[in-house]
């Protein structure tokens, strides 16, 4: 592939590269991962709700890493309330995963940027062949999408396995008690699945640039061996 083409590819992918580490730092910082709905069971149960009553008894809420809002209903009007992780949260959650993700998310923005910078030096500078060339590019690419893997599956069994929004409804709630009805994971966990999908993407483009996976022997190079092994 021409020189200029394989310029165009890697400008390409250290853009992309670039709005990814924007993107996550962005979301790491605001409340926009999970949106959720919450029913006060106890309430609904009291005054034998059903049908267009519950409206009455749920309530909402949306959160992030490290701080979120919502609204608790109990057919007694809405109660807003915001809460923070860190220190609020550290009896109803689950810290060691929690910390896990930011720190996963913290990995990923610096690898995105050295992906960056890898990009954009093999398309202007003249690359070594160890971490600045291709195999470089290979190696950021995969552990800064292994990276954004792990959050998303942290994150995902914290909500799931560990029922988050449950435990921040019910923190400190002596008298009622709330039960989560619906969850959607909202814009900044897709941002790192976009992020995700990127580093894989960026892979390929490495590939159109005409340079082979590694670990993956060419076959001139098994021609020149065997060549090699038979004058031995």
């Known amino acids: 592939m021409p020189n200029q083409q394989?310029?165009?590819?890697?400008c390409m992918a250290g853009v992309l590269s670039f709005l990814c580490a924007l993107g996550v730092v962005t979301a790491v910082g605001t409340p926009l991962w999970i949106k959720a709905t919450i029913l006060c069971k106890t309430g609904a149960l009291l005054v034998n709700a059903s049908g267009e009553e519950l409206t009455k008894f749920m309530g909402e809420m949306q959160y992030g890493l490290f701080h979120g809002e919502g609204i608790r209903q109990c057919g007694l009007g809405a109660r807003p309330f915001r809460f923070s992780f860190f220190p609020d949260l550290l009896?109803?959650?689950?810290?060691?995963?929690?910390v896990n993700i930011i720190l996963f998310s913290m990995i990923l923005v610096v690898l995105t940027m050295v992906g960056t910078a890898f990009f954009m030096?093999?398309?202007?500078g003249k690359p070594f062949e160890t971490l600045h060339g291709p195999l470089g590019l290979y190696l950021v690419s995969f552990i800064s999408g292994s990276c954004g893997c792990l959050v998303m599956i942290l994150f995902a069994s914290e909500v799931k396995i560990h029922r988050l929004s449950e435990n921040i409804a019910n923190f400190k709630e002596g008298t009622y008690a709330y039960k989560t009805q619906n969850e959607n994971y909202t814009t900044s966990f897709w941002v790192v699945f976009i992020?995700?999908?990127?580093?894989?993407?960026?892979?390929?483009?490495?590939?159109?640039?005409g340079f082979q996976f590694p670990?993956?022997?060419?076959?001139?190079?098994?021609?020149?061996?065997?060549?090699?092994?038979?004058?031995y």
């Open 215 to 231: 670990f993956a022997k060419s076959k001139d190079t098994e021609t020149t061996n065997v060549a090699a092994d038979l004058m």
């Open 121 to 124: 030096y093999n398309a202007f």
């Open 6 to 10: 394989k310029k165009i590819i890697f």
């Open 91 to 98: 009896q109803a959650i689950p810290v060691s995963i929690h």
């Open 195 to 209: 992020c995700f999908f990127v580093h894989f993407l960026n892979g390929l483009l490495i590939r159109l640039a």
